[in-house]
């Protein structure tokens, strides 16, 4: 499985038996590294909400084709810079039910992903 590195993946792999053997982690120290992934996570969303409150959208089509052609441009290079974060979530997820006794907590690992 090839993940690409963030702290999601950082704390999904602290869960595996064989990394917490190698490392010498204790629980502890795992759910530590779990705990900063959530404290990002609920950053992350604390943002997303300020900017779904407080800004105004206008949902009204305008037919300006420099400002249409920017904005389909704008809207492609996001995609292709949420694929791979996506990808990671759903490999994470699919390893977690596939292979739940390679976890310490495969429960928490399968939050990581969805998050």
């Known amino acids: 499985?090839?993940?690409?590195?963030?702290?999601?993946?950082?704390?999904?792999?602290?869960?595996?038996?064989?990394?917490?053997?190698?490392?010498?982690?204790?629980?502890?120290?795992?759910?530590?590294?779990?705990?900063?992934?959530?404290?990002?996570?609920?950053?992350?969303?604390?943002f997303i909400v300020t900017i779904l409150v407080f800004e105004e959208?206008?949902?009204?089509?305008?037919?300006?084709?420099?400002?249409?052609?920017?904005?389909?441009?704008?809207?492609?290079?996001l995609h292709w810079q949420c694929i791979p974060e996506a990808r990671n979530g759903i490999y994470m997820m699919k390893y977690a039910l596939c292979c739940p006794d390679e976890f310490t907590k495969p429960v928490a690992v399968f939050f990581l992903g969805l998050i």
């Open 57 to 77: 959208f206008d949902t009204r089509y305008k037919n300006n084709t420099a400002v249409n052609l920017c904005l389909f441009f704008t809207v492609l290079i």
């Open 1 to 46: 499985m090839r993940l690409t590195t963030n702290i999601y993946t950082i704390s999904y792999c602290t869960f595996f038996q064989k990394s917490k053997d190698k490392f010498r982690l204790r629980l502890s120290d795992q759910i530590d590294i779990f705990h900063k992934a959530i404290f990002i996570f609920i950053i992350q969303m604390t």
